[in-house]
């Protein structure tokens, strides 16, 4: 029987269109993803019990979610092939898995609109929203490295631009700039504060984006969402086992991508609680992050990128932080908040950090040069 709580879809005739035989057992809602909708399903095969992963894209952020799905196939395809090629590696595990519909499709579009799809399920993995260890973010690092490593041959030319000019941040900042002079709701004089900090980094803006335009910076098939949480690592060794979640995978900079790692894992504080009085940028995880990359993306990444690493999080949080601050000013249309002023908070957050970091950038340098040299 279908669990209650899926009933608001009816994943028994959803699931159905997959190719899946076994005995549709039950379904219910998965995991704590921010952008789909996730269930499993329970099946039974022949007396085994065996689950599947089925996702509703969320097709008001990705407006053409069949060019998404194009993209996902495309990596997956190659990933696994590659993989099939180095031996001890197992394709299963390591890449996602799509279960095509009966008639060979990569989704299935049910009677109200909605895009489906199928995944095989990773067993004996799992993510984390907070990295708490040095050896968790050292399997993140090793595990987007490899996955950036294994698409540097990604034939086909670039994947589709699902999302133009995602991690573009002159173009944030100039949203930026729009929204502090309309000031439509009359917050910029409670922001003034980060408004100046903002408006003073703006050199930072371009570092990656002028780079890429003039090609001193390589375009790579990147992943765009690398948060800990997108990454499965074993729940026996620790691990790095499957990037997953590729909606956003497009061609961009491989420092965008190592970036938001860094963002997302070092940060010692909840997303939208500010602490001026404290240090919230954890060097001890910075370091792991480095050498796990090292790993597994030394092998194809230039001096300029290596040059850029120390600053990539930097950037990104400086990216996202003036997110927030646009949307806090803009009258919080864009972010989901349950509170007031928790926009403002998150973009003081990232600010936070990027002050913390900005203390600490000499050593951020070291660590950078000294892993790359000594793998050199
Ligand atoms: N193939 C899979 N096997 C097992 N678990 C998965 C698989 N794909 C996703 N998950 C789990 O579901 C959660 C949400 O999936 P994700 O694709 O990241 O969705 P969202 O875009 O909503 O973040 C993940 O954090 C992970 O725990
Ligand atoms: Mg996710």
Same mark, same amino acid.
């Given at each position: 029987m279908v669990s209650p709580s899926a009933m608001n879809h009816n994943l028994f005739s959803i699931t159905r269109n997959f190719r899946i035989s076994g005995r549709f057992l039950s379904a219910e809602p998965y995991g704590n993803g921010h952008i789909n909708d996730t269930y499993i399903a329970w099946w039974d095969c022949n007396g085994t019990r065996i689950r599947t992963l089925h996702q509703r894209i969320n097709h008001q952020v990705f407006n053409d979610p069949s060019l998404i799905m194009d993209n996902i196939s495309r990596v997956i395809r190659h990933l696994r092939r590659k993989l099939a090629a180095i031996p001890g590696a197992d394709p299963d595990r390591e890449a996602l898995s799509l279960i095509p519909?009966? $008639? =060979?499709? $990569?989704f299935f579009r049910d009677p109200e609109g909605n895009y489906w799809r199928t995944y095989v399920f990773i067993e004996n993995a799992r993510t984390y929203d907070i990295c708490e260890t040095a050896d968790q973010a050292r399997e993140a690092a090793r595990a987007f490295g490899r996955f950036q490593h294994l698409l540097? $041959?990604? #034939? =086909?030319? #670039?994947? +589709?631009?699902?999302? #133009? &000019? &995602? +991690? +573009?941040t002159p173009r944030r900042f100039a949203a930026l700039r729009g929204a502090i002079e309309r000031d439509v709701c009359n917050r910029a004089a409670a922001a003034a504060a980060d408004i100046d900090f903002a408006l003073a980094r703006e050199p930072l803006c371009a570092v990656v984006t002028d780079r890429l335009a003039d090609g001193r910076l390589p375009y790579h098939t990147t992943h765009n969402d690398t948060k800990l949480n997108n990454v499965m690592l074993d729940c026996?060794? =620790?691990?790095g086992v499957c990037v997953i979640d590729l909606d956003t995978v497009m061609s961009g900079s491989s420092l965008y991508d190592f970036g938001d790692l860094v963002r997302t894992c070092t940060r010692d504080a909840p997303e939208d609680q500010p602490d001026p009085d404290r240090d919230i940028f954890r060097l001890d995880l910075f370091r792991p992050l480095v050498e796990g990359y090292h790993e597994t993306a030394g092998p194809f990444l230039q001096p300029a990128e290596i040059e850029l690493l120390a600053i990539s999080g930097r950037l990104i949080t400086f990216t996202i932080g003036i997110r927030f601050l646009t949307d806090y000013l803009e009258g919080d249309t864009y972010f989901k908040t349950h509170r007031t002023n928790q926009n403002l908070d998150r973009a003081r957050t990232q600010f936070q950090l990027i002050s913390s970091m900005e203390q600490r950038e000499k050593e951020m340098r070291d660590i950078v040069a000294a892993t790359f040299a000594a793998g050199a």
């Open positions: 519909t009966w $008639d =060979g499709a $990569d540097t $041959d990604l #034939p =086909g030319g #670039p994947l +589709h631009e699902t999302i #133009p &000019f &995602f +991690h +573009h026996l060794t =620790g691990r």
